[in-house]
């Protein structure tokens, strides 16, 4: 019986969110071939990750197969308010400042 191994090396090609620094998203995974599934941590919400993987045995390994898959987007932040006194104040009225949610690269509503 033979060791058989999977690689997969996955990096991301896209983000709903311009900020993210996409450069320190890759890396590459070795895995036994009886192992049927694995776990990736840390990836970032809103993002397209190519995963390329290719199965070994003792003859070598076989052909890449390459798939892209999109995490969720996550929810907006909110900037801090504080206790801040209104805008403008009457009698019967009340301007305050509204600061604007962080997308976070997802469409905002």
């Known amino acids: 019986m033979g060791c058989y191994r999977d690689l997969i ?11 993210i ?3 320190n998203q890759s890396g590459r995974i070795i895995k036994q071939g009886n192992e049927t599934h694995y776990l990736f941590f840390g990836l970032y919400p ?3 990750y190519s995963f390329t993987i290719r199965a070994s045995t003792a003859k070598g ?7 892209q ?21 009457t009698d019967s009225t009340l301007t305050v400042l509204l600061k604007p949610a962080q997308s976070r690269g ?3 509503r």
Request: zero cysteines.
């Open 69 to 89: 898959f999109t995490t969720k987007i996550s929810a907006p932040s909110m900037p801090a308010y504080d206790l801040e006194t209104p805008v403008n104040q």
């Open 46 to 48: 809103g993002t397209t």
């Open 106 to 108: 997802a469409p905002i």
């Open 21 to 23: 620094d996409l450069s």
């Open 9 to 19: 090396s996955y990096k991301a090609v896209s983000s709903f969110d311009p900020e």
């Open 61 to 67: 390994f076989g052909p890449p197969i390459t798939s």
